[in-house]
């Protein structure tokens, strides 16, 4: 039987590239330090009164009296972020915030954990009228049927209040109260439903950057002109509740279940007695298509995230649609919105790599 060499690498690289997203370190892989806990209930972080120590800043964050925290995209490179200093274990988040208009920008308000569980609002710049939510559980960017939009008209003209409300048992997103999103563990993808200790990040980023894959490109809505700019979103004010208690929280194991969590002085749903009583019902979600999309923006570490040197990351021409197998037609959820998704800092990308490997195979024939 003759195989090549690029056939044995494809297996092994398809196997070990596929699952590959970004965190500092996996504590589903390796033993890593505990995350710090807020551990408290009802705090409001005021920004129109300043920075906050309790966050870290990278890029062009400013602050005023009237908007709070600026986030500003000013030239090409440009993606500010601010980053909690601690993580919650279950809770609320409410974000007052006003979108980044201009073409190609992206606004984003995400709850992230060191397994890459993830909890997401994202704004476009072209579009005026519609908040996309999504979720992610342990870096999984196999499929990316799990976003979707929500009417919420002029997200770029006024500041609204956006929430998540994440417990073991259901995840709620709301616009100013009105909830447009719930997700149960049963009604999650197998093994997806997000549930381990989670830190906070909002920012904006470029998704139209001209060096940006086409398919990154079109999905936030065309190529970004900054002589147009600058772009700024605006965040007002954050409030926080952990519906958990104590110092720090660490995983006890491998698994990635909130049961394997552990709190140090506290109590995993130690805050349970604030948590709703009640959840509004939601309308029904569009789902969006299943096409891998490279993701950096507010996704990536605020210190040590670095870019990778190989397409679609770096300025060179993309693989053509019949050798990756994907094309950009069909991007549309029900609203006629184009959409293709969002996942992790590092996709997968294994189609890539395959090819490439693929081939490796003609050069070095392996006979067997």
């Known amino acids: 039987m003759q195989f090549t060499l690029g056939v044995v690498f494809t297996l092994l690289l398809v196997v070990l590239v596929s699952a590959q997203t970004y965190t500092s370190c996996n504590p589903l892989q390796k033993s890593c330090p505990a995350d710090p806990a807020f551990g408290k209930t009802g705090q409001t972080f005021d920004f129109t009164s300043g920075a906050s120590s309790a966050f870290t800043a990278t890029g062009s964050v400013t602050f005023d009296s009237t908007n709070g925290a600026a986030f500003t995209i000013a030239k090409q490179g440009d993606g500010p972020l601010i980053q909690s200093n601690w993580y919650i274990m279950f809770g609320r988040v409410e974000y007052t915030i006003k979108s980044a208009p201009g073409t190609g920008i992206v606004s984003s308000a995400v709850l992230q954990s060191d397994d890459l569980d993830e909890i997401d609002w994202e704004w476009l710049g072209v579009d005026n009228d519609k908040a996309q ?9 196999s499929t990316y049927s799990r976003g979707a939009f929500s009417d919420n008209a002029g997200n770029h003209e006024a500041f609204h209040t956006y929430s998540v409300d994440w417990t073991s048992e259901e995840i709620v997103w709301a616009i100013d109260g009105k909830t447009v999103r719930v997700l149960t563990p049963s009604t999650a993808d197998t093994n997806q439903y997000p ?79 604030v948590e709703p009583a009640s959840t509004q019902s ?8 299943d096409i891998p999309i490279p993701w950096s923006g507010t996704h990536k570490e605020t210190s040590s995230w670095t870019t990778p040197d190989v397409w679609p990351w770096v300025s060179t021409d993309s693989p053509s649609a019949s050798s990756t197998g994907f094309t950009t037609s069909g991007w549309e959820s029900g609203s006629g919105h184009v959409q293709p998704p969002d996942g992790g800092s590092l996709i997968y990308i294994p189609v890539y790599v395959s090819s490439i490997s693929f081939l490796v195979g003609f050069v070095f024939p392996l006979w067997l």
């Open 195 to 273: 549930q381990t200790p989670m830190m906070i990040k909002v920012g904006v980023w470029a998704g139209g950057d001209p060096n940006n894959a086409k398919g990154t490109i079109q999905w936030a809505g065309g190529e970004t002109d900054y002589s147009k700019g600058p772009f700024v979103m605006y965040m007002k004010s954050l409030s926080v509740t952990d519906y958990s208690t104590g110092s720090s929280y660490s995983y006890s194991d491998k698994s990635g279940t909130w049961q394997s969590i552990v709190s140090d002085g506290g109590k995993i749903n130690g805050n349970s007695a």
């Open 282 to 289: 939601a309308p029904s979600v569009t789902a969006t298509v």
């Open 133 to 141: 939510t999504n979720y992610f559980g342990k870096g999984d960017t």
